[in-house]
Nanobody, 124 residues
Framework: QVQLVESGGGLVQTGGSLRLSCAASGRTFSRQAVAWFRQAPGKAREFVAAAINLSGGSAFYADSVKGRFIISRDNAKNTVYLQMNSLKPEDTAVYYC????????????????WGQGTQVTVSS
């Protein structure tokens, strides 16, 4: 069992930066694939980024955030981060971290473990 708690959201102006954190509990976290998703009002939850190996050294990003966002993980601290730079109003959403045993995936439906979400609002 893995429990996830996100933090770091807030209100920021266009072009600003935020760093989200996802603190995990559970002894198996280091063996879980982790990813970030987001959901804007009235829209489906969408993939943002995934750490594609257990060390977090490689990553995969949605085209909409590529070059602006960076995912990383610190297994010693049981924490996953999402550094968000050059933020745009269209990045406004509730951001969720998710974990699953096995390989990473861009589909939210295959992740059994979710945090409660943290709101990110980018003003124009």
């Amino acid at each position: 069992q893995v429990q996830l708690v996100e933090s770091g959201g807030g209100l920021v102006q266009t072009g600003g930066s935020l760093r989200l954190s996802c603190a995990a509990s559970g002894r198996t976290f280091s063996r879980q694939a982790v990813a970030w998703f987001r959901q804007a009002p009235g829209k489906a939850r969408e993939f943002v980024a995934a750490a594609i190996n257990l060390s977090g050294g490689s990553a995969f990003y949605a085209d909409s955030v590529k070059g602006r966002f960076i995912i990383s993980r610190d297994n010693a601290k049981n924490t996953v981060y999402l550094q968000m730079n050059s933020l745009k109003p269209e990045d406004t959403a509730v951001y969720y971290c998710a974990a699953r045993p096995g390989n990473w995936n861009t589909s939210p439906g295959v992740y059994p473990y979710w945090g409660q979400g943290t709101q990110v609002t980018v003003s124009s």
